[in-house]
């Protein structure tokens, strides 16, 4: 069955320092994956997809992504992390029927 | 930029009573999503709609739910006889083309709490 999982619940990192978010997903065929952001009171906004390609994804807000097919893993990365990034992180897969499956979400606190 | 609006933000209703929930997908989208997340849960696919029928269904969508799309705006989601556990954050959500290669854009939800 298809699945995502995030491992970390809640993470916490200083006000430019780097950042990594795990995103593992379990599908049969060449995934398409995607990572979304919700701030308080918003919706969901995409930060960048994966359908195929170069395994580097570039996204906004100064995101990136890697595909690793070995380890299937999607991990989002931003090189220096602005207090304005706080919010809570979604990875998915898309799945038959252009349905998402999500993961559980990361939450992003940013200390001064 | 174009955006998914939905109404209201948050609803308050009795078990039992029946709710819609009103979406305005972006205008030139054809295809529509109804994702749920109950608090501290991830994310659930509901329902997509495509060419005024149901296009996939989870099971979550079962014969007390139903969709519409009632003019050329609106798409609606009804649940009939609300149980304490639809109590969640239901998200709308179009695209322009269907599949899993397109972007789905969301509207900023509608908090639902069944007393």
């Known amino acids: 069955a298809q699945s995502v999982t995030q491992p970390d619940i809640h993470i916490t990192v200083s006000e430019g320092a780097s950042l990594e978010l795990r995103c593992n997903y379990s599908?049969?065929?060449?995934?398409?994956l995607f990572w979304y952001v919700q701030s308080p009171g918003q919706g969901l906004q995409l930060l960048l997809k994966?359908?195929?390609?170069?395994?580097l994804v570039q996204g906004i807000k100064g995101f990136e992504a890697e595909f690793k097919r070995s380890q299937s893993s999607f991990n989002l990365r931003k090189p220096s992390v602005h207090w304005s990034d706080a919010a809570e992180y979604f990875c998915?897969?898309?799945?038959?029927?252009?349905?998402?499956?999500f993961g559980q979400g990361t939450e992003l606190s940013v200390k001064p | 930029e174009p955006e998914v609006t939905q109404t209201p933000s948050h609803q308050v209703t009795q078990m039992g009573q029946e709710v819609i929930l009103r979406c305005v997908p972006i205008?030139?989208?054809?295809?529509f999503y109804w994702y749920r997340q109950i608090l501290g849960q991830k994310v659930e696919f509901l329902v997509s709609?495509?060419?005024?029928?149901?296009?996939?269904k989870s099971e979550i969508f079962d014969d007390q739910f139903s969709v519409e799309r009632p003019d050329g705006s609106n798409f609606t989601l009804k649940i009939r006889s609300t149980k304490l556990e639809d109590s969640a954050m239901y998200f709308c959500?179009?695209?322009?083309?269907?599949?899993?290669?397109?972007?789905?854009?969301f509207g900023p939800g509608t908090r639902l709490t069944v007393l």
């Open positions: 959500a179009s695209s322009e083309i269907a599949g899993s290669t397109d972007t789905q854009y």
């Open positions: 205008s030139n989208h054809l295809y």
């Open positions: 998915a897969v898309g799945g038959q029927g252009g349905k998402l499956i």
């Open positions: 599908y049969g065929a060449t995934p398409y």
């Open positions: 994966y359908f195929s390609g170069d395994t």
């Open positions: 709609f495509y060419n005024n029928e149901i296009s996939e």
